[in-house]
């Protein structure tokens, strides 16, 4: 026995091949590397919600850090693994501090640590701001197409909450080839319209831009509505609101009061990720103690099991599955590896020998 065992022992080499290597990438090499790639990216995405409803993926639960003396603050890490060409695991730990945003900073910042599938070894850690906006942007992007194919393409879009959120969201419609007669803005920061109509100008939405006053002439004016706010409990209650059946984009997730929810049809991007965390589904699903208001997930709509009705307004909401940023960052490691840019930390893996 003694000698099978130090016979066992001695097979393991004390350095099992090549040191592996960890790489920084910055905020500015994440947004080189997207730039002007929102049809790649928004393909990708919908590769990667085809991956994951095929079951080639592992997403569990977020995990929420939470602060009694920070009420509105959060950080949440989001632990993925992605099959398929991404073939990568990973984390993405994002904060979000709702009071950055008087101060002048965003609301959110994050990183995205990429772990090799072989041995584990995380090898990248990426500034992930970027990387949840896009992912975010592209979801929002791909939703929006397939949930109008059979409903006249929406030309009048609002945007309840005008932040960085907004601002991608409505790249990538148009750089996906969405057009839009007239986009609606409303927000409760004066500075934050203003800021977001000078960016709507920039990008050439000349003179079809209307701040509207109030919630309800925003949402009854258009036919696309993105919800991107930082509000942590409902505030628009009223079905009436929506009797034009609107599409809309419920990507900040805790707007609508369940009765808005009760009287449409919902598609989620995951069941068991979306109704939890009191966002409005979830809220829908106490209220009513069962889930038979979802119609299904994106992925169904893109197979085929679900066909959104054209009677009822339709709101995707979407939780933010960690797979998605790891397919993005994936994608940007890859480009800038490409490219010959990774930054490469030395010894940042030390004693990497067994038995020293």
Known sequence: MTSLLSSATESVPSHPGPAPTFAVISGAQVQQALKGRETQLVELVEATYR????????????????????????????????????NVDGLKWISSFPVNVTAGLPRASAVLILNDHDTGYPFACLESSIISATRTAASAALAADWLSRNRPRPTRIG????????????????????????????????????????????????GGITVHDSAEELIRSSDLVVFATVAGTPHVTDPDWFTHHPLVLHVSLRDLAPQIL????????????????????????????????????????????VTPPTDRPVIFSPFGLGVLDLAVGKYVYDEVARAG???????????????G
């Not at 996906?176 to 109509?197: E, M, P, Y």
């Not at 840019?341 to 038995?355: A, P």
Request: hydrophobic letters at 40%.
């Open 51 to 86: 991956l994951h409803g095929a079951g080639d993926s592992v997403n569990p639960p977020s995990y929420f850090l939470r602060f009694s003396d920070r009420p509105t603050a959060r950080i949440i890490a989001l632990p993925a693994s992605i099959g398929g060409s991404v």
């Open 159 to 206: 945007f309840f909450g005008t932040g960085l959120i907004a601002r991608y969201i409505h790249t990538f419609l148009t750089g996906t080839g969405w057009t839009f007669d007239t986009v609606g803005v409303h927000d409760v920061s004066a500075d934050s319209t203003a800021g977001f109509s000078g960016y709507l100008r920039q990008a050439g939405a000349g």
């Open 262 to 305: 009760l009287a449409s049809a919902n598609i989620v991007d995951d069941v068991e990720h979306c109704l939890k965390a009191d966002t409005s589904p979830h809220l829908a699903e106490q209220l009513t103690g069962n889930r038979d208001f979802l119609d299904g997930t994106l992925d169904d709509v893109m197979t085929g099991r």
């Open 341 to 355: 840019h990774l930054q490469l930390i030395d010894d940042f893996f030390h004693d990497l020998r067994r038995y």
